[in-house]
């Protein structure tokens, strides 16, 4: 029996361990998925190993905490810097980021989107930032501190804190703080929420299972929304498959990942 978790704090509101249990349970594969509420991401190395796990997911505050603590670091993971998934390969960690290719599996429904203004500058803001310059796309990214915007400068964005944004119109504007995670507070002040909405087309939060105020929000101004359900859809198939090696399907693994959305 294999046993993976998620590493997180806070990490109960997870749905991770109930995804990746329907996958296992309803296809046979002889592995137990739970959570890990880990406060220090310097310690996330020993506690994989001493908790003897096959994989984990990472998530927030210690993606980038999961990148440092890897022997190596594969695919987009190593150009963002950024690991939400961690698998044992004969007892060396390897990192890899799904997170990004999950968020594009999730805005396909919004059509062709060419400018994107992204709140927040944490773990997640930088993989799916990397992955929208990759694709062409122009990003702008607006964060509550001045001192993470040096990697998105580096990267091509447009940078900025509230005190010095300037608003232009977006195809999408997309929430990746934690602001709405644990409690009840908008990612930038109330009027800058209210100008960007009145100049975005569509509006996407990366937290999941509730309306977050950002999302009320959107909803009030009419602006077709979404949650993050479907990009941790997204990132869980592409994880669970590298938890498996490939041995099941892709579409087996997303079905009844998709069903467990349902309990
Ligand atoms: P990080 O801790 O790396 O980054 C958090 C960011 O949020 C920072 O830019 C921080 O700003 C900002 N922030 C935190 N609190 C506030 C606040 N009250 N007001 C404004 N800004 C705030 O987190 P991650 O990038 O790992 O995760 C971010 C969110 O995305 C989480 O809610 C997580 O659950 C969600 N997520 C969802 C996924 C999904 O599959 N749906 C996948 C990945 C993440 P500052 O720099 O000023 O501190």
């Known amino acids: 029996m294999k046993l993976f978790a998620i590493f997180g704090d806070p990490v109960s509101h997870s749905r991770s361990p109930l995804m990746h249990n329907s996958v296992f349970k309803n296809l046979n594969y002889k592995a137990c998925y739970t959570r890990v509420h880990l406060r220090d991401g310097s310690k ?24 440092k603590a890897c022997d190596e670091v594969r695919g987009f993971a190593k150009k963002v810097g950024v690991v939400n998934t961690l698998i044992n390969e004969n007892g060396k960690l390897i990192g890899y980021n799904t997170d990004a290719d999950g968020f594009m599996f999730a805005i396909k429904e ?27 796309i122009k990003v702008s990214v607006l964060n509550r501190s001045e001192d993470k915007l040096l990697y998105f400068k ?27 995670l644990k409690d009840e507070e908008l990612p930038a002040p109330l009027e800058l929420i209210k100008e960007i909405l009145d100049n975005s087309s569509f509006a996407a939060d990366a937290i999941y299972g509730k309306m977050t105020p950002f999302l009320k929000m959107a909803k009030e101004k009419n602006i077709t929304y979404k949650d993050g359900a479907d990009m ?15 041995e099941l399907k892709t579409g087996d693994i997303k079905l009844h990942m998709s069903k467990s959305f349902e309990i």
């Open 110 to 136: 919004f059509g062709e989107v060419k400018n994107i203004l992204v709140l927040g500058a944490g773990g997640t803001a930088k993989a799916l930032c990397a992955r929208f310059v990759q694709d062409g």
């Open 44 to 67: 996330l190395k020993e506690t994989f190993f001493a908790l003897a796990l096959s994989g984990a997911n990472v998530t927030v505050p210690h993606k980038e905490a999961a990148y």
């Open 154 to 180: 580096e990267l091509g964005c447009e940078s900025f804190t509230w005190n010095d944004f300037k608003i232009s119109k977006y195809d999408l504007v997309v929430n990746t703080t934690s602001a709405g």
């Open 232 to 246: 941790l859809l997204g990132q869980g198939v592409l994880a669970n498959e590298l938890f498996v090696n490939h």
